[in-house]
C-alpha cells in the first residue's frame, strides 16, 4: 500500500515528507508515473487536466479524512476520462470528476 496517502497529517503546518501528498504526477516515482502516462494516453486530456483532477481529488479525500493508493486515485480519474470519451466538446476532466465524486463517492479508500 502506498504509505504516501496513509499518513496524511491534518496539522497544516506539518513539513514531514510522509504527512504531505505529492502534489504533481511528475513529483511519483518512476512506475507511478510510467502508469499515468499509460493511463493518460488513452484520453484526450492534457497533462494539466490530469494534475488538476488528480489534485481536486486528494482534496476531496482529504477533506473526507480518507486516503486512497495512487493507482486507486487514477482507476478513478480514468473511469471519470473514460464516461465522457466520446462526448463532444470534450467535458472538464475536474468538473466530471466532481460530479461523479458527489454523486457516487469512492470505493478502495481508506478513512484516516
Known amino acids: ?9 491534518l496539522n497544516k503546518s506539518c513539513s514531514h515528507s510522509k ?34 483532477a488528480r489534485t481536486l481529488l486528494i482534496s476531496y479525500l482529504f477533506k473526507d479524512r480518507k486516503t486512497a493508493e495512487e493507482s486507486e486515485i487514477r482507476s478513478y480519474l480514468s473511469c471519470c ?3 465522457v470519451s466520446g462526448s463532444t466538446p470534450l467535458p472538464n476532466l475536474s468538473s466530471t470528476l466532481s460530479e461523479f465524486y458527489i454523486k457516487f463517492g469512492m470505493e478502495g479508500t481508506t478513512n484516516l
Open 19 to 52: 504527512c504531505v501528498p505529492k502534489q504533481s504526477i511528475s513529483e511519483l516515482t518512476e512506475v507511478e508515473r510510467y502508469d499515468w502516462y499509460e493511463t493518460m494516453t488513452h484520453y484526450a486530456f492534457d497533462l494539466k487536466d490530469w494534475e488538476d
Open 81 to 83: 476520462a473514460e464516461s
Open 1 to 9: 500500500m502506498n504509505n504516501f496517502y496513509l499518513k496524511i497529517c
